[in-house]
T-cell receptor, first 111, second 114 residues
Framework: GQQVMQIPQYQHVQEGEDFTTYCNSS?????IQWYKQRPGGHPVFLIQ?????EVKKQKRLTFQFGEAKKNSSLHITATQTTDVGTYFC???????????FGPGTRLSVLP | DSGVTQTPKHLITATGQRVTLRCSPR?????VYWYQQSLDQGLQFLIQ???????AKGNILERFSAQQFPDLHSELNLSSLELGDSALYFC?????????????FGSGTRLTVV
């Protein structure tokens, strides 16, 4: 079945440094979504990417969908302590109905 | 408040017991999804209901069952509980026109089996 992997599993950065998490699928995806889960909270939808090579920005967050639609990345510029949490990608295959979540990348930001 | 309501927030029970988790989807959403999140783990999809009908099944154990009622609220029943069933159980709902705006998650039920 479809598998979605994320690297790194954990990332510790100093406040102000940049951060990137990568998402890779074993199969071609029709679309991919990103979620953020704060410590002790629930996942919150951030964005969906649909087109090959698509790039979307939300303030300091930049999301990219690979040309082959098998990978994606989330880049945060100049991290802040409010960015702390676990970032999940979720991919849906071309014939899938629901999204498969990756294991997440846990981000810690040191002030 | 996401609009998805889960009760109870916390549950502590003994091995072998049976519990019921409840979820009310966001107003207007027809789909309900159940996910299990173990400590430091990702989100494991259990089951989906759409307007009262089972739509998709994930890695749900035979000891677990779910249903969605006419008022669209859903219940997840966990029986013959084992220590390994301790986890956060999330319910999510989605808009009738699909998942373009993602899943909306509730705040979860933390189940501890002792």
């Amino acid at each position: 079945g479809q598998q979605v992997m994320q690297i790194p599993q954990y990332q510790h950065v100093q406040e102000g440094e940049d951060f990137t998490t990568y998402c890779n699928s074993s199969t071609t995806l029709s679309n991919i979504q990103w979620y953020k889960q704060r410590p002790g909270g629930h996942p919150v939808f951030l964005i969906q990417l649909v087109k090959s090579g698509e790039v979307k920005k939300q303030k300091r967050l930049t999301f990219q969908f690979g040309e082959a639609k098998k990978n994606s990345s989330l880049h945060i510029t100049a991290t802040q302590t409010t960015d702390v949490g676990t970032y999940f990608c979720a991919g849906r295959g071309n014939y899938g109905q629901n999204f498969v979540f990756g294991p997440g990348t846990r981000l810690s930001v040191l002030p | 408040d996401s609009g998805v309501t889960q009760t109870p927030k916390h549950l502590i029970t003994a091995t072998g017991q049976r519990v019921t988790l409840r979820c009310s989807p966001r107003s207007g959403d027809l789909s309900v999804y159940w996910y299990q999140q173990s400590l430091d783990q990702g989100l494991q999809f259990l089951i989906q209901y759409y307007n009262g009908e089972e739509r998709a099944k994930g890695n749900i154990l035979e000891r677990f069952s779910a249903q969605q009622f006419p008022d669209l609220h859903s219940e997840l029943n966990l029986s013959s509980l084992e220590l390994g069933d301790s986890a956060l159980y999330f319910c999510a709902s989605s808009a009738p026109d699909g998942l373009e705006h993602g899943y909306t998650f509730g705040s979860g039920t933390r189940l501890t089996v002792v």
